[in-house]
């Protein structure tokens, strides 16, 4: 069973899609009900496979690998597998899957069966997305996420729909069609005949090993990285490839701004993690400083455009490419602390952001403005509303306890520890170095603009007197509602309080990222230490839970004003007790002072 | 007889200290609204109470040691585990208590405490009445996280919990857009001290590979055991491993920036110059919140940090140097600020500011013992000023304006009592505990600062004199106007003090300012002989151990400490008493309005308006810094997103595509005869073109 857990996870939304394909199109809550309990079945299985999946330091990079030839004359296998990142994007997905669904519920009465479709077949198409190890199997499910997408905005959007939805594709195809010359590129120079092949792994020993014979030219790693880049570029977005992103988050329907933005956003990331990055690591040393400055500009940039907004979603959809810019610095600053924090904040940023769409859906729902200006002081009438905003807000902002603090911290401080310049470029290409502490000082102060502009609009819609007498029956957070809002909730503060075993998952595809890209020349807690201090210093801590008691700090001998002898008059046992004296001396020794 | 105490329990039972009052928060924040009064009061007091004791428990042994059989414990820890690790940047969760943390975990409990009884009459008539105690459980609770960490990733989680909940509680009442807006602004200028606290965590974390504070038990990285292991002689060494070796910092230059990055985020939330704009603002909040968060404990916070990273700032001058000059300009200029206030809660807010002042200038200059005792005693008699501040608003219908108080004396027995105590305190009129605080801090200012360039500490302590005077001043005008004279308005005259909640509260912290006395008294019978021969009062004793390594590093000398300490305390008597009296003859006796000719009189009216306005400090932020940001922003969205990129690189491509398909629809308009036309030059052209250069591309091709 388990190892056909990932065809199980790809397919079980597309069986569901037939299952509704089969009902009455008339019949709306039954549709909704099979739609709901397929992606809660999805949602199952993505957990069984995150739960499947090995973390520990010896396993092997891709898990519950299936491979069988496809379009064997093209070199086109079905070949999908996940590595930690995947896993944990593909539970993402899953979780996002019913809540989704649910914002639909009573949003949505026109074409209710072709929307269920569509949600249904954008599910398979994600996890096929993450899972895929194929070049072409990857284009294909890439591709095939774009159709359902275009559909949500474009049919179940907002007065500018259609606008929004051409602008989403053309921005994203045009990315990806280059991305497309250059899989086939790559297909072509893999080898002759029948031995050509798209496949990932193959693909990646061999432009990684001198001996293979898949040399390319500096000129061409340099252009395919390009093509790659741009494709994931558009899609995270980056500045400034951003402009579709408010648009697309304004028009489209809250189940698609949740989809959007919870998952879609993160192939962007995801793509130069798997991608952009491990394929052409010397190109991506070349690009990195512009691709750090972008990432930075876009942090700056995107909480400034955010302040100027005057509608909901489009503030939400400005800060995601602030947020997204945090993502791209700790992928591109290429320690494992920043890479881990990336991805840990790319599962972040899709559940706080999915629930501030979800709880801008629900507000749209009763009052059909999206309009900052329309509300004021509606804390009043909908404190429970206000309540989960409020907690999704401070996830946002990144407050401690919250999920959004933890990855932020390791994003910005493995940045700021970031080397000035990576690995080495091709023979007379000059790598730009870059002053990682200087920008990620600069991007630190995304924390600050954060909290100005979502405490801002927080105010301007939650607090001061009532303003519009028609919030005055507003209805707070109904049964269905909860179901959805609640999880997401919860997520936000387990993942803050215990962040520990999400990152055990992450933690060997951030180690594998940055070994590739040639990043953080000394891995892990040796980049950190100061030189000098003795050895007994620098011990770990036990296993956990652990006591202890600190005995008392040694004075050096120079100093002959010891704390115990002053305090001589009041504890004249102080100084017999042998105890206290070995354990003073054992602490000199420990920390190699003289006492 | 010695009490065979379980240490070991009670480090097991370390992390219920700040966990107690935030499962209360939890409790009440889900289930308030359907818990009856009396529930709400016995779980809000009960946790914070019982987190008191677990205090109480652990500062014992500490205190009298001899009473116990478990002998002397310096400091004591638990390690729950790992937070989070990644990369080598490890987290721990992990607690400890030493001489430091334990007082100012027992401040925060027992001041807590006070105020939460205090609360229950203050906030009686309030509808959101379990609200109101979630937030000020989740208050207590993270900041006891924030005293007990022992690290700082931790610590900021504290602190910005602490800061989250001073939002939630300036902006309690948020359908006023003021109040709301009061909150918000808190929240945001303390984000900017916390981006220098995050650029802090950083720039330890790059140069030491820790932020985990003291060594706990056998080993771990810790910033203090680094600094131990690091010593001072290497300061001028030139970072050449690790993250920072490609900026080519010396040590001490790579130590100074942490340092200086950290006290950006002291300076926001102990509300320094220039990040001290909103703590006045903040008195938008329910009273008791102002004297427990806004005066006695989360502003010191700030303070704690210099305190609890004392042995870091010793080791750079520069930064040492830098907080004494903020903490003394701060000193004097709310000083100056509250003289000139007229609301009953600004001036004692502006209070707060200038005498958080003197405790930034006190770690600026080494002074740590004194800076920690300022910081306990200033919480003591500014809570007891808070709260009869309160008392004083509920008796007079919330009227604050002190030009309409007055004659209070005589109808507010208790409050009026405790008022004058606590007033006596913090201006150091008679030998209460503000006196020797803030004398000790002077004092070691002008005869024992080590450290830094000499000029600044006697500049800090000729600033921080002028300011004790200003203190002086502004604390007993405020006192003869509230409660001496006659009543100037209706409400005025016809207050009444309420109940037992809130005047016990009001004596207990009036009997601490004065019972504080004990632990800064510098001679007998309370000070203590250190075997030099030198006598130091108990506090200092009590601290010995945690500041033993900065002392070090600086190399204070214990002697000088007690050079001219009658001429300094004689000083501070008469400066006091100049204040007083100042005071006394201007708003007593009618020197005000004698001197009302001279208000008139053009560069002296300009200067009143000057101080009346605070400076302009509020204006200039917002026309120099919010203004231009929100205007950036709107030019950058309209100019850049939608012009120069939406407009030319976006819909560029369509429009030229759109011209394309124009221009080339003539091609195709289905007349014939065009068509023939086209296909006929069109073969020529071709025909010419192969004649002239075919045998060229023929060749190209590698035909021969």
């Not at chain 1, 009902?23 to 809550?29: S, T, Y």
């Not at chain 1, 494992?336 to 840990?344: C, E, R």
């Not at chain 1, 999915?354 to 729902?365: N, R, S």
């Not at chain 2, 002392?551 to 007083?580: C, E, F, K, S, T």
């Amino acid at each position: 069973m388990s190892h056909h857990l990932l065809d199980i996870v790809i397919f079980t939304p597309l069986l569901f899609a037939a299952v509704v394909a089969l009902l009455p199109a008339g019949e709306r809550n039954q549709l909704r009900a099979a739609t709901l309990a397929g992606s809660l079945v999805s949602f199952a299985t993505t957990i069984a496979l995150y739960l499947a999946f090995d973390p520990s330091a010896g396993a092997p990079e891709f898990q519950l690998e299936l491979n069988r030839p496809w379009i064997a004359s093209l070199g086109i296998g079905y070949h999908v597998g996940v590595d930690g990142l995947a896993a944990s994007l593909i539970l993402l997905t899953g979780l996002l899957g019913p809540v989704a669904v649910l914002s639909t519920w009573s949003a949505v009465q026109t074409r209710v069966k072709e929307l269920c479709l569509a949600l249904l077949v954008l599910q398979t198409a994600m996890y096929g997305t993450f899972a895929a190890l194929d070049l072409a199997l990857f284009y294909v499910f890439w591709e095939l996420m774009l159709v359902p997408m275009y559909l949500l905005i474009g049919v179940w959007g907002g007065e500018n729909r259609v606008y929004a939805a051409v602008k989403f594709f053309l921005y994203t195809f045009a990315g990806s069609v280059l991305m497309l010359v250059a899989i086939l590129f790559l297909y072509v120079k893999s080898g002759a005949g029948d031995a050509r092949t798209f496949d990932y792994v193959s693909l990646l020993r061999a432009l990684n090993d001198p001996d293979s014979g898949m040399a390319l030219a500096w000129s061409a790693r340099k252009w395919l990285f390009a093509a790659f880049a741009l494709a994931f570029a558009v899609k995270v977005p980056m500045f400034p490839l951003h402009t579709w992103l408010p648009d697309a988050h304004v028009q489209a329907p809250a189940a698609g701004s949740i989809i959007l933005a919870g998952v879609l956003l993160k192939m962007g990331a995801f793509g130069f993690l798997r991608y952009a990055m491990p394929l052409f690591p010397d190109a991506a040393a070349w690009a990195r400083p512009t691709l750090v400055a972008l990432a930075v500009v876009g942090i700056v940039y995107g909480s400034l455009m955010a302040l100027a907004q005057k509608d909901l979603k489009k503030l939400i959809a400005y800060s995601s490419v602030a947020h997204l810019g945090f993502v791209m610095l700790g992928i591109l600053a290429m320690t494992v602390a920043s890479s881990t924090g990336a991805m840990y904040q790319m599962l972040n940023h899709g559940i706080s952001t999915g629930a501030l769409f979800l709880l801008v859906g629900i507000l749209y729902e009763r009052t059909h403005t999206r309009s900052i200006s329309d509300y004021g002081g509606i804390a009043k009438v909908v404190p429970m509303f206000a309540f989960a905003f409020m907690v999704v807000l401070l996830s946002s902002i990144g407050l401690p306890g919250t999920n959004g603090f933890v990855g932020e911290l390791l994003i910005l401080a493995g940045a700021f520890a970031a080397p000035f310049t990576i690995g080495a470029a091709a023979p007379g290409v000059e790598l730009g170095a870059l002053n990682m502490p200087l920008w990620t000082a600069v991007a630190t102060s995304g924390v600050v603009l954060g909290a100005v502009y979502m405490l801002r609009m927080y105010q301007r819609v939650m607090f001061g007197p009532l303003r519009h007498q028609e919030n005055r029956a507003l209805a707070d957070l109904k049964l269905r509602e909860w179901l959805a809002v609640g999880p997401l909730l919860a997520l936000v503060v387990v993942m803050g309080v215990m962040p520990q075993p999400f990152l055990d998952r992450l933690d060997p595809s951030a180690k594998r990222f940055v070994e590739r890209v040639g990043g953080e020349p000394a891995q892990g807690a040796a980049a950190f230490r100061l030189v000098g201090v003795p050895p007994a210093e620098l011990l770990s801590p036990a296993a956990a839970p652990q006591v202890v008691r600190v005995a008392q700090e040694p004075e050096p001998a120079v100093q002959p004003a010891n704390l115990a002898t002053e305090k001589l008059p009041m504890l004249p046992a102080r100084l017999r007790d042998p105890k206290l004296l070995e354990a003073v001396k054992q602490r000199a020794r420990d920390i190699g002072t003289t006492p | 007889m010695k009490i065979d105490w379980d240490v070991k329990t009670i480090e097991d039972s370390l992390f219920l200290i700040p966990l107690l009052p935030l499962l209360g928060a939890a409790a009440l924040g889900l289930f308030g609204r359907r818990l009856r009064r009396p529930d709400v009061h016995l779980i809000a007091c009960g946790t914070v109470a019982t987190a008191g004791l677990l205090v109480a428990l652990i500062l014992l042994p500490m205190a009298f040691p001899v009473l116990f059989a478990s002998g002397p414990v310096v400091s004591i820890g638990s390690t729950l585990g790992t937070w989070f690790s990644a990369g080598g940047i490890s987290v721990a969760a992990s607690l400890f208590v030493d001489h430091l943390n334990a007082v100012l975990a027992l401040v925060v409990s027992g001041v807590g405490l006070l105020i939460h009884v205090y609360s229950i009459e203050y906030m009686a008539e309030e509808k959101d009445y379990a609200r109101y105690f979630a937030y000020l459980n989740l208050f207590v609770g993270f900041m006891l996280l924030l005293v007990l960490a022992n690290d700082l990733v931790l610590m900021f989680v504290g602190w910005e919990g602490v800061g989250l909940c001073s939002y939630l509680l300036i902006g309690f009442w948020y359908d006023d857009d003021a109040k709301a807006l009061a909150g918000r602004k808190a929240f945001v200028v303390n984000r900017v001290g916390d981006f220098g606290f995050l650029l802090g965590i950083f720039t330890l974390l790059a140069l030491f590979g820790t932020t985990s504070i003291q060594p706990l038990g056998t080993g771990g990285d810790s910033l203090a055991g680094a600094v131990r292991a690091f010593g001072p002689g290497r300061l001028g060494a030139v970072v050449s491993s690790g993250p920072l070796a490609a900026l080519g910092l010396t040590y001490g230059h790579a130590i100074t920036l942490a340092c200086l990055f950290l006290f950006l985020g002291a300076a926001g939330k102990s509300a320094q110059f220039p990040l001290y704009v909103w703590l006045p603002d903040a008195m938008a909040g329910p009273t008791p919140v102002s004297a427990l968060i806004h005066a006695a404990t989360m502003v010191t916070a700030g303070v704690y940090l210099l305190a609890r990273l004392s042995f870091l700032f010793a080791l750079s001058t520069t930064a040492m140097a830098m907080v004494a000059a903020v903490g003394a300009f701060t000193a004097l200029f709310a000083a100056l600020l509250a003289c000139a206030q007229n609301d009953l809660k600004k001036v004692l807010a502006y209070s707060t500011v200038s005498q958080l002042g003197f405790m930034v200038l006190a770690a600026g200059v080494g002074a740590w013992w004194q800076a920690v005792f300022h910081l306990v005693t200033h919480a003591f008699f500014k809570a007891c000023l808070f709260l009869g501040a309160g008392s004083v608003i509920l008796a007079c219908h919330h009227q604050q304006d002190i030009r309409k108080l007055g004659g209070l004396r005589r109808r507010m027995k208790s409050t009026s009592a405790t008022f004058l105590i606590a007033t006596l305190a913090i201006t150091g009129v008679a030998p209460l505990s503000g006196f020797f605080s803030k004398d000790a801090i002077l004092h070691f200012a002008h005869a024992a600062a080590p450290a830094g360039p000499a000029g600044v500490a006697h500049l800090a302590w000729i600033v921080g004199t002028l300011a004790a005077l200003g203190t002086a001043f502004y604390m007993f005008r405020l006192y003869f106007l509230v409660f001496e004279g006659e009543p100037r308005s209706e409400q005025a005259a016809h207050a009444t003090e309420r109940g037992l909640a809130v005047t016990i509260p009001l004596w207990i912290l009036g009997a601490l300012s004065v019972v504080a006395v004990v632990w800064g008294w510098p001679w007998a019978p309370f000070a203590m002989t250190t075997r030099s021969g030198l006598r130091e009062p108990l506090f200092q004793n009590f601290t010995s151990p945690v500041f033993g390594l900065a002392n070090r590093i600086l190399g204070v000398d214990p002697a000088a400490a007690h050079q001219g300490l009658l001429g300094a305390m004689a000083l501070a008597l008469a400066v006091a008493w100049a204040g007083l009296g100042a005071a006394w003859w201007l708003y007593r006796r009618g020197g005000i309005a004698k001197l009302a000719p001279l208000f008139e009189r053009r560069p002296v009216r300009w200067i009143h308006a000057l101080v009346a306005h605070k400076f302009y400090v509020d204006e200039v932020f917002h026309f120099a810094l919010v203004l231009p940001l929100r205007a950036v922003a709107t030019l950058a969205f309209h100019l850049v997103d939608r012009r120069a990129i939406d407009g030319f690189l976006v819909h560029g491509p369509a429009r030229v595509t759109g011209w394309a398909g124009r221009a080339l629809r003539y091609l195709q308009n289905g007349d014939l005869q065009r068509y023939a036309a086209v296909m006929a030059i069109g073969a020529v052209v071709t025909v010419a073109f192969v004649l002239s250069v075919g045998k060229d591309l023929f060749q190209l091709f590698g035909g021969n």
